[in-house]
């Protein structure tokens, strides 16, 4: 039964997060991601908040695998 739960709440958590993303990146979501606030967000601390790979694709304009300060004001908004 415990397994089940963590199985679905995993999936709810999931389908939020896909909602909220879907609606599009803010800053506040840039800068949570952004763990140690160097400004860049790396592939990884991205991965750690969203697995959403198409939108990573689209925002990593340049394909170096961070997006950078231009990248993330492109890709995060606050709408």
Not at 2 to 21: E, P, R, W, Y
Not at 31 to 38: E, L, R, S, V, Y
Not at 42 to 61: G, I, L, N, P, V
């Given at each position: ?9 995993v999936l709810i958590s999931s389908l ?34 969203s697995s959403d790979m198409a939108a ?24």
């Amino acid at each position: 039964m415990k397994t089940s739960s963590k199985l679905i709440f995993v999936l709810i958590s999931s389908l939020i997060m896909s909602a909220a993303f879907a609606q599009g990146f803010t800053r506040s979501m840039a800068k949570t991601m952004d763990a140690d606030q160097d400004g860049k967000i790396t592939q990884e601390e991205y991965m750690k908040h969203s697995s959403d790979m198409a939108a990573w694709t689209k925002m990593d304009t340049n394909k170096d695998g961070i997006l950078d300060e231009r990248e993330i004001q492109y890709g995060f908004t606050d709408k």
